[in-house]
């Protein structure tokens, strides 16, 4: 099937840098994906809509501003944590496709600690 | 807006014994229903997916779920556990006007010997 690879798997961060996480689509092209945080034995909320070549669609609450999503090509969606403080630490998924008849297919998560 | 209640946070069941996850969602529009399963610091593996067709769908690893409009519910079942079968599992909705997947909060399944 179809693959959703992460980048990194996991990252620690100091507070108040930027991190930035890769969500690629590897054998499909998706003009859509997904970003999802999932706190410890959490449920994963979603935090935006990446749409390629045009702004990202947050979900209410998510601060745009802090969560900078960029979906520059049908196979890349990038996620920054900016100035990332240690209530920011999570598992960040991204996903993609989805729908009717296709399979969403989920990368393999990213740990983000910020100490 | 759509929604997802997964009844039980956690369920615990003997090796060998009858698995039921509950499901019930809210959704506008005839919905899109799923079940993934999540392991331990990775991400999500479909078992299942309902779309519109046959109302018990059948998954991977002997899990199946049946799609009841009346009640509201999609419930996850599998007829004999195995030990493998542990782990956190989500119901999700999705309606068929945009890919976005709302997940309920996850049901962790323990198996015991």
């Known amino acids: 099937g179809a693959v959703v690879s992460q980048h990194p798997s996991w990252v620690i961060c100091k507070s108040g840098t930027s991190v930035k996480i890769e969500c690629r689509s590897l054998d499909f092209q998706a003009t859509t994906m997904f970003w999802y945080r999932q706190f410890p034995k959490q449920s994963l909320m979603l935090m935006a809509t990446?749409?390629?070549?045009?702004?990202?669609?947050?979900e209410q609450g998510v601060e745009k501003d802090k969560f900078l999503i960029n979906h520059a090509s049908l196979t890349l969606s990038t996620l920054t944590v900016t100035s990332a403080h240690p209530e920011d630490s999570s598992f960040y998924i991204c996903s993609a496709g989805g729908g009717a008849n296709t399979e969403a297919f989920f990368g393999q998560g990213t740990r983000l600690t910020v100490v | 807006a759509q929604s997802v209640t997964q009844l039980g946070s956690h369920v615990s069941v003997s090796e060998g014994a009858l698995v039921l996850l509950r499901c019930n969602y809210s959704?506008?529009?005839?919905?899109?229903l799923f079940w993934y399963v999540q392991y331990p610091n990775q991400g999500l593996q479909l078992l299942l997916k309902?779309?519109?067709?046959?109302?018990l769908v059948k998954g991977i690893n002997g899990f199946e779920a049946e799609f009841k409009k009346s009640e509201t519910s999609f419930h996850l079942t599998k007829p004999s556990a195995h030990m493998s079968d542990a782990a956190e599992y989500f119901c999700a909705v999705s309606e068929s006007r945009d890919d976005k997947i709302i997940f309920g909060k996850g049901t962790r399944l323990h198996i015991l010997p």
């Open positions: 990446s749409n390629e070549g045009s702004k990202a669609t947050y």
């Open positions: 959704s506008s529009v005839p919905p899109y």
């Open positions: 309902y779309t519109s067709a046959a109302t």
